[in-house]
């Protein structure tokens, strides 16, 4: 552990000898704090070759996946939501038709839900639900609904999951949250 924080040190001191580098090694550099965990160098790294060549040309591919592995850097290891959005906002508007941008709008959508912004959690959810059906998104729909007090709601998802992915586990975690808010609605009454 000692050796991998004294040489995510020493690559951050070299970071401005990198940064003059081509985009190449910026991303070869990046990627390798993130072989090694060093999590908070990758994301910087990343987040500076993007941010300073996408200015000047929004459509280089390496460039748009910085983008997209810083964001999901601070969402998925840092947990920085706040700091997250943003990113993978640009990057779902400049990336059309990257491999990635499923995993964006996904990642996007639990960005809002983990910040208990379940309005926009819902929304999102509902707008990429469009592209792809997926139990994820129904679920992280109707727990939504369920955080919000929005019973009836909650109910129509987790019964949608068991009944369009009976066999998953999605179906078993539907299940178990439809009979938590039956439980609640029974108490109410």
Sequence with gaps: MKIKLLLGFVGFLLLPFYYGGNIQQQYGLAKKFLD??????????????????????PQNEQCQIALYQAAMIEAVFLMQYEKAIPKLNQYIQIAKNSDYLWKANLQLGDCYYALERFPSAISHYKKILNQRDDPHLLYQIGMSHFFQREFNEALVKFKEIQKKFPKTPWAQRASFQQSQVELVQKRKK
């Design 36 to 57: 090694q965990g060093a999590y908070i160098e990758a994301e910087s790294q990343f987040e500076r070759l993007a941010l300073s060549h996408l200015k000047k040309n």
